[in-house]
């Protein structure tokens, strides 16, 4: 029930993406409760937490990381139930952010203080590394928290991250990794003129035709044990006068590679720009890294989640680097093991999301004997 009820008060703060609300301040309190030095660490108008709790010796810093935003509601009126009230009914919590991830936040917290009840002597650190920028711009939220942890000579070895990562059961999928992504915006310009005067226009939609067929055609790797192939996908397309006999000047186009560890960032431009070449004469590009790829190869933290599920729910556990991106994408590179684990992924972003309340008790059981394992001495 405490896990229920901590579920049920976050995803009452309406903390819609960069916005916190209180939902820091509600789990600081529990945290300072159960004697963690919590730390509020806002960068512009994101608010980040960093929360630690040290045993009583040296040993390796555990973090539970997530993000206290969620995606807006949309039209609220076809919610069966009130987004922003975390209604029970049919052994479920309905709301914004029961599955993505504020009922992960509950969990990790109840969780930890089963832990310490049991377990107060344990050697280690126990950490929280909390966002409000995860569903938004993702600028000034984890990446910075990270940055400032590194120049203090902070360097996390295990983070749990709570994502919605299971399909079918809770734990029947783990993320030990994501595909890098990366955004392009592609203006191809051309001769406005009369589509009747051909031989005086240059006509950019058919310049971009052949560029886009030549981009989502192209095979640009095939993958490896860890990631499928590298993928391209365009998102709009904005072209034409509105006028059925007029070459318009200019087209702009978006797109999105979805790359794995294959192929690097200098890779996939330097081979687009080489295929834009071929069609067309002026054109401009701008690239926005979201992130690169990420992977966890091994390593205590998968070992202990695995464990973790099988104990308590019997499931083996597939390891998975699918989903978009996520704030592992920041935490991975100094060398931390990171895994996500969470609840069912079915709902999320959607109209009516909701979360077990049998999976959230679970959960938060798997999350409590995670932290048995890893500081198991």
């Known amino acids: 029930m405490d896990t229920l009820q901590l579920a049920q008060q976050l995803i009452r703060e309406k903390s819609i993406s960069p916005e916190d609300c209180d939902c820091q301040i509600i ?6 409760e159960q004697g963690f030095k919590v730390e509020h660490l806002p960068f512009g108008p994101v608010k980040n937490i960093w929360a630690v709790r040290e045993g009583n010796s ?4 555990f973090c539970f990381a997530g993000h206290t935003d969620v995606v807006p509601a949309g039209r609220e009126e076809e919610w069966d139930y009130a987004p922003f009230q975390g209604i029970i009914k049919d052994a479920m919590l309905h709301g914004r952010g029961s599955a993505d991830m504020k009922g992960s936040l509950a969990a990790m917290v109840t969780a930890t203080k089963r832990y310490l009840d049991s377990a107060p002597n344990y050697s280690g650190t126990i ?8 569903e938004g711009a993702a600028i000034n939220g984890t990446v910075q928290v990270i940055k400032e942890l590194a120049s203090r000579g902070v360097f996390i ?6 994502e919605p990562s299971s399909s079918e059961k809770l734990g029947d999928t ?6 890098g992504s990366l955004n392009a915006q592609l203006l191809i310009k051309g001769i406005q ?7 005086l226009v240059r ?11 030549d981009l989502s055609s192209e095979s640009w790797d095939s993958g490896n044990e860890f990631f499928p192939p590298t993928t391209f996908q365009v998102s709009n397309i904005q072209g034409g006068t509105g006028a059925n006999n007029v070459v318009p000047s200019e087209i702009l186009v978006d797109f999105n590679f979805r790359f794995s560890t294959e192929l690097s960032e200098k890779d996939l431009k330097n081979k687009t720009e080489e295929l834009i070449r071929k069609h067309c004469k002026d054109f401009y590009i701008n690239w926005t890294l979201s992130g690169n790829p990420f992977i966890t190869k091994g390593g205590k933290l998968i070992a202990t989640t695995k464990k973790a599920i099988k104990d308590r729910t019997g499931i083996e556990t597939t390891l998975s680097t699918s989903g978009g991106t996520s ?3 920041f935490i991975s590179p100094l060398g931390t093991e990171v895994v996500e684990l969470g609840p069912l992924n079915r709902t999320i972003h959607k109209v009516n999301e909701a979360v077990s309340i049998e999976e959230l008790d679970n959960l938060s059981i798997i999350y409590e004997r995670i932290l048995g394992d890893i500081f198991k001495p």
């Open 193 to 199: 003129g009369h589509v009747a005067y051909p031989e």
């Open 203 to 213: 006509n950019p939609i058919h310049e971009c035709s052949r560029v886009l067929s």
């Open 127 to 134: 950490a929280f590394l909390l966002t409000s920028d995860e």
């Open 58 to 61: 040296k040993g390796p810093i």
């Open 157 to 162: 070895d295990f983070c749990l991250i709570g």
């Open 174 to 179: 783990i993320r030990v990794g994501r595909r």
């Open 27 to 32: 789990i600081g309190q529990q945290l300072i």
């Open 327 to 329: 704030d592992g994408r």
